[in-house]
């Protein structure tokens, strides 16, 4: 049988993990993300996101949201292809997949598609541990 962990935990584990990422930042980049997470990435950035204090919502069922950003300016042409936070000091911590709002990406826009000098604004960013 493999090893399986309550959704309680899960959370906890959630909770404790994005107070890490307070007052870090959310890198939207272009492509397809490198094949390991050590690894580092020439993608194009398109946009950044400052990530606040408490960036998210207690985490519920194994998985947390991201609390409403503010919109950011298009740095760069390209199709939002993939997403990693960094913790304030500028450590990775997460890399996950960009989708069109209900199109099941890790975090959703309503257009991935940023055109240059545009404003961009997050639908939807969830955080989710597997069982």
Same mark, same amino acid.
């Given at each position: 049988?493999?090893? =399986?962990?309550?959704?309680?935990? =899960? !959370?906890? &584990?959630?909770?404790?993990?994005?107070? &890490?990422?307070?007052?870090?930042?959310?890198?939207?980049?272009?492509?397809?993300?490198?094949?390991?997470? %050590?690894? @580092?990435?020439?993608?194009?950035?398109?946009?950044?996101?400052?990530?606040?204090?408490?960036?998210?919502?207690?985490?519920?069922?194994? !998985?947390? &949201?991201?609390?409403?950003?503010?919109?950011?300016?298009?740095? =760069?042409?390209?199709?939002?292809?993939?997403? =990693?936070?960094?913790?304030? %000091?500028?450590?990775? &911590?997460?890399?996950?997949?960009?989708?069109?709002?209900?199109?099941?990406?890790?975090?959703?826009?309503?257009?991935?598609?940023? !055109?240059?000098?545009?404003?961009? %604004?997050?639908?939807?960013? @969830?955080?989710?541990?597997?069982?």
């Amino acid at each position: 049988m493999a090893t =399986r962990t309550s959704e309680t935990l =899960r !959370s906890a &584990q959630l909770d404790l993990a994005t107070a &890490q990422l307070a007052g870090g930042r959310l890198l939207i980049y272009d492509g397809a993300p490198p094949p390991d997470f %050590s690894d @580092t990435t020439s993608a194009p950035m398109l946009a950044a996101f400052n990530l606040g204090a408490a960036p998210f919502a207690p985490a519920a069922g194994g !998985s947390a &949201q991201l609390y409403p950003l503010a919109p950011v300016v298009v740095q =760069r042409p390209g199709v939002a292809g993939w997403f =990693r936070i960094l913790t304030s %000091s500028g450590e990775p &911590q997460h890399d996950g997949t960009i989708s069109a709002t209900g199109a099941g990406g890790d975090l959703e826009f309503d257009n991935p598609l940023f !055109s240059t000098a545009g404003e961009c %604004s997050v639908e939807r960013l @969830t955080l989710t541990l597997p069982e």
